[in-house]
């Protein structure tokens, strides 16, 4: 177990039964206070049977938990008045302008409709533009699976052109606005904070975040296999890798699951929800405002759970959760096991990454007992 600041208590004696269990091979947590002090608290092994063990300069793959950082650099690039959450999305991706919407999500492909209006980044910021995936298997869902196009917790395999032509061929799910769907908002959304800010993602990220931020290890780069802690799913046979023959360069750039990060780094980037360096606090505050209307937010189910709305890529507690962060907080999910999470009224940001991947929203076997260990203090000194 290794602390860089023994006089913050970081408590995770659920997540250790967890690794004492066989349910997790390891985690790796860090808590950063308003103060700016990081906890580091690692255990257990980056990979099954001979696996190295877990340190602080392990780096995981970040999978969804990318995509609060995609909210963070349009929040940067608002703040230099290159693109605004009216702005069409057109303007930058035109291989969509002109695509159909089904009548229904769960349509077959050529029960379609025109675009009432054109989709704004704004919806793709809230992830109501039409683009993405549901819970229910659809025609639609279908057919991205078979494009390559569809969801996961791992880049696409082809470039950003053959994505968007890919994409361009399929029907939104429903009118923007009109609903809710999850990821491929922020792969399109990707594309535009490259195209308009004239940089590669990869470049935009660390000129605007990560090297402000001194946080290397946030990159679309793999790291080397002596710090890598890669994704394993569990099965029946045991731990088997996500990547058998390691990781891939990315065919794409995305924020929807394309970056890796040790956990010091990814709380030190999520902590500018608290305490903004990087773009206004106004456009900051943007970012973990609800922005969910009824409809929308119950199309977001089970994605943004009971005592939640959305904002900006990220889901906004809108009560004090009695085991963890407090109503306001910012936080989002991924699906190689990692969770981060943003509290302004603690004062706090932790970010938990332990590489086992999930099957879907509802299994985050790790999560609910990361709140309760480290949300404890805060309880305490609350009553």
Known sequence: MARTDATDPLRTPTLDRLVEDGELLGYSVALRGRDGRTLTTVRGATGPHTGP???????????????????????????????????????????????????????????????????????????????????????????????????????????DVTFLARL??????????????????????????????????????????TQPLDTPSVSFAAPGPETAAPAHARGPGGWEPLEADGPAEPAMLTLSSGLWGTAADTARVLAELVTPTVAPADLIRAVRRPALTDLQLAAARPFVPAGYSFGHHVSVAMRDDPAGPRRGSAGW????????????????????LTARRLDGPRDAVAFDAVLADLWADVRDEAH
């Open 333 to 352: 999910a991924g699906g190689t096991g990692t969770l981060g999470i943003a509290d302004p009224a603690a004062g706090r940001t932790v970010a938990l």
């Open 53 to 159: 063990p877990v340190t602080e300069a392990s780096s995981y793959r970040l999978a969804s938990l990318s995509k609060p950082v995609a909210a963070l650099l349009v929040a940067v690039l608002r703040g230099e008045g290159v693109l605004a959450p009216d702005d069409e999305v057109r303007r930058w991706v035109p291989e969509l302008d002109g695509v159909r919407v089904l009548r229904r999500p769960d349509a077959d492909l050529d029960d379609t409709e025109p675009l009432t209006r054109p989709v704004t980044v704004g919806d793709l910021l809230t992830m109501t533009s039409g683009l993405g995936m549901g819970m229910s298997e659809t025609p639609l869902s279908r057919a991205m699976a078979r494009a390559g196009v569809h969801p996961g917790p791992l880049p696409p395999t082809v470039d």
């Open 168 to 209: 361009a061929e399929l029907p939104l799910a429903f009118q923007p606005g009109a609903g809710w769907a999850y990821h491929t908002s922020t792969d399109v959304l990707s594309v535009v904070l490259a195209r308009a800010s004239g940089q590669p993602l990869d470049r935009l990220l660390a000129d605007r975040l």
